[in-house]
């Protein structure tokens, strides 16, 4: 079974930066999808980074801002946030599918929570 284990999350102030990590018990490099989502409390999940099929895909919401990066020799995926804003205060979770029609494999989640 595959799991994907996220870390990084912290409480950090308006303006700072975190660099989140998930790393896969399976090989990533030649993956589908792979990307990152968050859900803030009373919301629905939203996507903030993805690879799909070699594209990147970010919202406008934090397109400049966020960085999402692969290493496929240590299997583990980043998003490097920069400028963090109170209202990306969420829980992130990582995703990936190895194949365009695969099975959807999540992690649990790392808080990640901007406030001064």
């Known amino acids: 079974q595959v799991e994907l284990v996220e870390s990084g999350g912290d409480l950090v102030q308006p303006g700072g930066s975190l660099r989140l990590s998930c790393a896969s018990s399976r090989n990533i490099s030649l993956i589908y999808e792979m990307g990152w989502y968050r859900q803030a409390p009373g919301k629905q999940r939203e996507l903030v980074a993805r690879?799909?099929?070699?594209?990147?895909n970010y919202p406008d919401s934090v397109k400049g801002r966020f960085t999402i990066s692969r290493d496929n020799a240590r299997n583990t995926m980043y998003l490097q946030m920069n400028s963090l804003k109170p209202e990306d205060t969420a829980v992130y979770s990582c995703?990936?599918?190895?194949?365009?029609?695969?099975?959807?494999?999540w992690g649990r989640g790392t808080q990640v929570t901007v406030a001064s």
């Open positions: 995703h990936a599918r190895w194949e365009r029609f695969g099975v959807s494999v």
């Open positions: 690879f799909t099929g070699g594209k990147l």
